[in-house]
């Protein structure tokens, strides 16, 4: 095999084991940049060694095999392995004599546990939301702090400083790189779905920027949304969530004009949309009903996307239905943001009158001051009830608040059309 050849396939490996491989020797050595460095270690010899003798049969197990040795030789060469077999000797006992065996047994372990509590690790509520989101893709996602810098328009300065912090609250807080017990899942779960869905909805609507979706966001979210649904089959708001971004991302071809300014979902052309991802999407959510979870906060959301996924054209849309859901999206996931989506889909079903007064009720939350959305709703209801001149000023208001290039244009361009009354 030529070098070059044998240099592609050795990366392409690594990159698929590279969250396995931090995942099992995290869980060894109690450190999550220790691991990464154990990781690296193992490809630089990879890159050396595959060329000369050729790739392995298990180039996988070849890689954990080689980062277990360097890892093994770090605790003999810093005096680590008195300092384990002490902590382990505590725990297991005075009938536990070869601590090194127990080391051994751990790093055998099923390889899907390891990988679930790397992301439960990565997603813990002792971390920011900003370190959490930049420690998930760095460790699960395999992005670079440059690639992770650029999709968050950020500097590399601050995700790197992101990422150390994080790293460092983990050391300092000593958590154990395991899953949850029964009882601390579910609040666990929901910093992890919260995280992953955060990444998605940034590469679908970006915040700030001159681009309007930022797709390897997307692909990111629902990489790890599929890694996790692996790992965890039985929780039905974990395949909620999948679903939800499956049928959310099947409108990506769709959604931006030539021009990069936003389709509104009347103005998309449905052909374009990913029918494939549609159809992943609705059975994910057949599956979330088979397991009597179609009452969660994702599987509301999946379900309302599925509204629009289903209706062949724009004048199909089932707003009353939407509206229906949107009632009880709020009785479970109570907030602000939700409250102004379910005002938008009363107007859609019961007029724009009905979405005045609910708008009228939100500007008085303080989570929505400055907030662009709200005054975007508003202006399109003043549109739709004939009021030219209150919703041209409403949504050059929203432009203002926008910190996105294509969304502040798209704003404009309706603040224009209202002149035309």
């Not at 680590?80 to 127990?102: F, Q, T, V, W, Y």
């Not at 500097?155 to 000593?174: C, D, F, N, P, Y």
């Not at 996105?404 to 224009?416: D, K, Q, V, W």
Request: hydrophobic content about 50%.
């Amino acid at each position: 095999m030529q070098t070059d050849e044998a240099h592609t396939t050795t990366e392409t490996v690594f990159r698929m084991e590279r969250a396995r491989l931090i995942a099992a020797l995290a869980r060894l050595v109690r450190d999550v940049g220790l691991a990464e460095e154990l990781a690296q270690d193992a490809l630089v010899a990879a890159l050396a060694e595959w060329p000369k003798r050729g790739i392995p049969d298990k180039p996988a197990a070849w890689l954990m095999a080689t980062a277990r040795r360097r890892a093994f030789d770090g605790f003999r060469r810093q005096r680590m392995i008195a300092r384990k077999n002490a902590e382990i000797g505590a725990e297991l006992g005075p009938d536990s004599h070869d601590p090194a065996a127990e080391i051994e047994a751990a790093m055998d372990d099923d390889i899907g546990d390891e990988r679930l509590s790397l992301i439960f690790t990565a997603c813990h509520p002792l971390l920011s939301l900003d370190q959490r989101v930049a420690l998930t893709l760095k460790l699960i996602g395999g992005l670079t702090t440059q690639e992770i810098a650029r999709a968050f328009l950020s500097s590399e300065t601050t995700i790197a400083q992101r990422i150390v912090r994080a790293k460092k609250a983990l050391g300092s807080a000593g958590l154990p790189y395991v899953v949850p017990q029964a009882e601390e899942l579910p609040a666990r779960l929901a910093s992890v779905l919260e995280v992953i869905y955060l990444i998605f909805n940034e590469g679908y609507a970006a915040s700030t920027g001159a681009d309007l979706i930022r797709p390897q966001l997307c692909a990111e979210a629902l990489r790890l949304g599929r890694i996790l649904v692996g790992l965890q089959p039985d929780e039905p708001e974990v395949h909620a969530l999948l679903a939800l971004m499956e049928i959310q991302a099947s409108r990506l071809p769709a959604r931006v004009g030539a021009d990069g300014v936003p389709l509104t979902l009347a103005e998309q052309n449905r052909a374009r949309w990913d029918h494939l991802l549609i159809r992943r999407g609705l059975d994910g959510l057949d599956r979330v009903e088979r397991l009597n979870g179609a009452g969660g906060s994702y599987a509301l959301q999946a379900a309302l996307a599925a509204c629009h996924a289903r209706a062949m054209r724009y004048e199909d849309t089932d707003w009353h239905r939407i509206a229906g859901l949107y009632d009880r999206l709020l009785d479970v996931t109570p907030s602000p943001v939700v409250a102004l989506n379910r005002a938008v889909a009363h107007a859609m079903a019961f007029g724009p009158e009905k979405g005045l007064a609910l708008v009228a009720d939100l500007e008085q939350e303080p989570a929505l001051a400055g907030y662009a959305s709200l005054a975007a709703a508003r202006a399109d209801f003043l549109f739709r009830a004939g009021r030219w001149a209150e919703a041209k000023a409403s949504y050059e208001r929203a432009a203002a608040l926008s910190g996105n290039a294509g969304e502040r244009a798209f704003l404009m361009r309706r603040a224009e059309q209202c002149a035309a009354f």
